[in-house]
């Protein structure tokens, strides 16, 4: 098995793991039996200790005052912003809309890195970004008579994401992946804490039931980042990244299985083209490198 056919499997594992996450934790929310903010705070810390039991079966500390440099301190931020309203997105929107719409982050990456840090962006990829942003578009629909108001909250959630993921390419390289997670987590239980300031009532104890979808929420969770961060360091990122919009598939399979949710004709469209110009955009890019490497040579 070849290194990019490993990290690929290992990509599809983790869009399998996240997607599993989402449906666990709407499942949780949508019953009633516990509310967002408390399900946040239950998922982060769960996942924030069996991340924290890795890093000491790693050997390595589970805090390092790395975690206060500027750069983690900035990812850190995004991530909040990302979780919060992720969060709040997958209890109060579909969940087809919600891993739609955040499937256009790799293009606010894109986007991030041409206006950020300088990276040169050609006309194609702007292109590209267009094409995915009209795809946003077509799931929003902002008309006064069509306007989704709640899919604003994964919009919101998806920027968060994206600008995690620009801020990762300057966190320092030496910190663990275990760490990462630990802080990761710990960030998505401060998120909860600030959801349930704005919760209605006292906060109150999940049910045993909401509870347990909680905890598999976690374990789905720790599963796909750990996927994830194998697959980006066993293949090329060209042949790898594309295969992350399966998480959108696996999304759409369990919204219609688990919430009898049918997407329309307009968020379908949006979906594909969304996955379509993100998908092209990187093997557009994967192309160009491996034309660069052979000229070099």
């Not at 900035?74 to 955040?102: C, D, H, K, N, Q």
Request: positive net charge; hydrophobic residues 55%.
């Amino acid at each position: 098995m070849t290194d990019n056919l490993r990290g690929s499997l290992f990509m599809i594992l983790a869009m399998l793991g996240f997607g599993i996450e989402d449906a666990f934790f709407k499942a949780a929310t949508a019953t009633g039996g516990i509310t967002p903010g408390m399900g946040t705070v239950q998922f982060g810390l769960s996942a924030m200790i069996l991340y924290a039991l890795y890093a000491r079966q790693q050997g390595v500390p589970v805090w390092t005052p790395e975690y206060l440099k500027r750069g983690l301190l900035i990812r850190t931020g995004f991530e909040i912003l990302g979780r919060l309203f992720f969060a709040l997105s997958l209890a109060y929107t579909p969940l087809s809309t919600t891993s739609a719409i955040l499937q256009a982050a790799p293009l606010v990456v894109m986007l991030g890195a041409g206006l950020i840090l300088g990276e040169r962006i050609g006309p194609m990829r702007w292109l590209a970004m267009a094409v995915g942003f009209v795809g946003v578009l077509l799931i929003i629909r902002p008309t006064p008579e069509a306007f989704r108001a709640d899919a604003i909250l994964a919009v919101l959630g998806m920027i968060g994401f994206a600008g995690r993921d620009l801020a990762t390419r300057t966190a320092p390289m030496h910190v663990h992946a275990a760490q990462l997670g630990v802080l990761g987590f710990a960030v998505v239980t401060f998120a909860g804490l600030v959801i349930l300031l704005f919760e209605p009532g006292a906060p109150s104890l999940p049910t045993p039931h909401a509870a347990l979808l909680i905890c598999g929420t976690a374990i789905a969770g720790v599963i796909g980042y750990t996927a994830i961060t194998w697959a980006m360091r066993t293949g090329e990122v060209s042949v790898v990244a594309p295969f992350r919009y399966s998480r959108l598939l696996v999304a759409l399979v369990l919204a219609y299985t688990l919430f009898d949710e049918r997407p329309d004709a307009l968020t379908l469209a949006g979906a594909a083209l969304i996955v379509g110009s993100g998908t092209w955009s990187l093997i557009r890019d994967g192309r160009r490198r491996k034309s660069q490497r052979l000229t070099r040579t």
